[in-house]
Structure formats: C-alpha cells, structure tokens
C-alpha cells in the first residue's frame, strides 16, 4: 500500500496553480471545463478480456466533446493504451490522472468533469490493478477542482459508495449502482456496461446534466427489466445545493449542431 500513502501525501500538498487562462471566445458553457475519462479495468466479470471499458471510455469522450467539451481540456486513460492508437489514451495510473487533472485545472477557468468506467467492490471502484477508495478520490477532486462546479461519474459496481463521501454543495454525482448492488454488462461480448450504454443513448437529447442523470437512471431500469437483470442497481443521483440552480442553464450544445 505504498502507493497509496504517497498519493495522500501528495494530495494533502496544496496546489499552486498559476492564474486560469481566460475561457475560449468560441463558446459554450462547457469550452473551459477540464475532463478526465477513464477506463479503469480491461477484464470481464469472467476474467477473461473485455473492450467494455475501452469502448465506453472512447465514446463517452466523444459524446462529451460532441456536448460542447473542448477536446484539449479533456484526456482519457486506459490500462492498455498501446491498444488505441486512434485515440491515444495516457495510462491509467492514479498518480498520472491526478497530475492532469491539477494541470488542466492550471489552465481552465470553468468546472470538473471526472468519468470513470470500470468494475467495483463496496470498497471503491478499480483503477488497473487497485482500488479507489472514496477518500482517496474526494482528496483528489478537493485538491484539484476545489470549488469550482464539478461532475463526477462512477459506472462501476458498488459505485454508491462514493457519494457520501464526495457529497459537496458544488458538485453533482450519478453512480450506476447503490452502494449494496452490482450494475450489469460487463461480460467479454457486451460492447458497453449497461449504464454506459445508456449515458450514451441519453446523452444524444439531454439538455443538461441533471436531466441526463434522471434519464439515465430510467433507462437502467428499463434495460434491467428487459434483460431480467436483477436485483435492480438502482443508479444513484446527487445534486449539491450550489448547483441545483445553475447545472439547467449550462446546456449541451444542440443535437442539430452536433
């Protein structure tokens, strides 16, 4: 656990972040925002390969950029990034995502989007070959995004952990499972976990991140139900009260300018 105890003594380090570059003239609420997705594990619930993750990685960021996030803000990570020349993802390290993330936060002025795609325990979720606890993960975003707006996403199972934990007034966080369930599609032929699937299904005509997160949580369901995938995971919600009023007007771009 060496690792651990020296990414928490990095983190208790204050950050001395330069002044923030002034937001791109280009537009959108999201142009100045910095973005990690992240593909934390490349096995299905077998043990056996999987591009699940990958392929959720992948599109999400493109959905994302699509949304109006600018794609020099934004990085992806996998545990096999010399699969994806296409796309050149850095590797999944919590060091190195950690290290970004204060980076783009150096440069941008505007929120945190922080994405995660992987398998879970009641512990945390994985990141290669090591869990993330929710301390660990809240230490990071405290450090980093601090005040500023900020999402996070947690498609794992057990991923309701982490909302007590994260739980602040500027930030919103959608899980894909309570924290005493498992979420569904992680096998070695599935092209996406289910709640990836459907943040991305729902991501096409979303106006804002909370509405995205309620319909990706009615489309969980649904999916569950048609698959008879049980116990329900129950994907879980968390608005801040800070953002509750500001999250609707800061809109996705359009699907006719996508």
Same mark, same amino acid.
Request: glycine share 8%; with cysteine.
């Given at each position: 656990?060496?690792?651990?105890?020296?990414?928490?003594?990095?983190?208790?380090?204050?950050?001395?972040?330069?002044?923030?570059?002034?937001?791109?003239?280009?537009?959108?609420?999201?142009?100045?925002?910095?973005?990690?997705?992240?593909?934390?594990?490349?096995?299905?619930?077998?043990?056996?390969?999987?591009?699940?993750?990958?392929?959720?990685?992948?599109?999400?960021?493109?959905?994302?950029?699509?949304?109006?996030?600018?794609?020099?803000?934004?990085?992806?990570?996998?545990?096999?990034?010399?699969?994806?020349?296409?796309?050149?993802?850095?590797?999944?390290?919590?060091?190195?995502? =950690?290290? !970004?993330?204060?980076? +783009?936060? /150096?440069?941008? *002025?505007?929120?945190?989007?922080?994405? @995660?795609?992987?398998?879970?325990?009641?512990?945390?979720?994985?990141?290669?070959?090591?869990?993330?606890?929710?301390?660990?993960?809240?230490?990071?975003?405290?450090?980093?995004?601090?005040?500023?707006?900020?999402?996070?996403?947690?498609?794992?199972?057990?991923?309701?952990?982490?909302?007590?934990?994260?739980?602040?007034?500027?930030?919103?966080?959608?899980?894909?499972?309570?924290?005493?369930?498992?979420?569904?599609?992680?096998?070695?032929?599935?092209?996406?976990? =289910?709640? !990836?699937?459907?943040? +991305?299904? /729902?991501?096409? *005509?979303?106006?804002?991140?909370?509405? @995205?997160?309620?319909?990706?949580?009615?489309?969980?369901?649904?999916?569950?139900?048609?698959?008879?995938?049980?116990?329900?995971?129950?994907?879980?919600?968390?608005?801040?009260?800070?953002?509750?009023?500001?999250?609707?007007?800061?809109?996705?771009?359009?699907?006719?300018?996508?």
């Amino acid at each position: 656990m060496r690792w651990l105890g020296a990414l928490i003594a990095g983190l208790v380090l204050s950050l001395a972040h330069p002044a923030a570059a002034a937001p791109p003239e280009d537009g959108g609420p999201f142009q100045d925002w910095a973005a990690v997705v992240v593909a934390g594990d490349w096995h299905a619930h077998s043990g056996g390969p999987s591009e699940a993750f990958d392929n959720a990685r992948r599109d999400v960021s493109e959905a994302l950029e699509r949304a109006g996030f600018r794609a020099a803000n934004l990085r992806q990570y996998s545990v096999r990034p010399e699969r994806y020349k296409d796309t050149h993802p850095a590797k999944t390290e919590l060091s190195s995502i =950690y290290a !970004d993330l204060a980076d +783009l936060t /150096s440069k941008t *002025a505007g929120g945190c989007l922080f994405y @995660l795609s992987s398998h879970g325990a009641p512990q945390g979720a994985i990141v290669d070959d090591r869990l993330l606890p929710p301390g660990v993960l809240g230490a990071m975003l405290d450090k980093t995004c601090g005040a500023r707006p900020t999402v996070v996403v947690i498609s794992a199972c057990f991923s309701g952990v982490y909302v007590p934990t994260l739980a602040r007034s500027n930030r919103m966080i959608l899980t894909a499972a309570r924290p005493d369930r498992t979420s569904f599609g992680c096998g070695e032929s599935d092209k996406y976990p =289910y709640f !990836d699937d459907c943040f +991305l299904q /729902s991501m096409k *005509a979303a106006h804002d991140f909370p509405g @995205l997160g309620r319909t990706v949580q009615a489309c969980v369901a649904k999916k569950e139900v048609d698959t008879n995938a049980t116990p329900p995971s129950e994907p879980q919600l968390f608005v801040g009260g800070a953002l509750k009023p500001v999250l609707p007007l800061l809109a996705f771009n359009a699907p006719a300018a996508r």
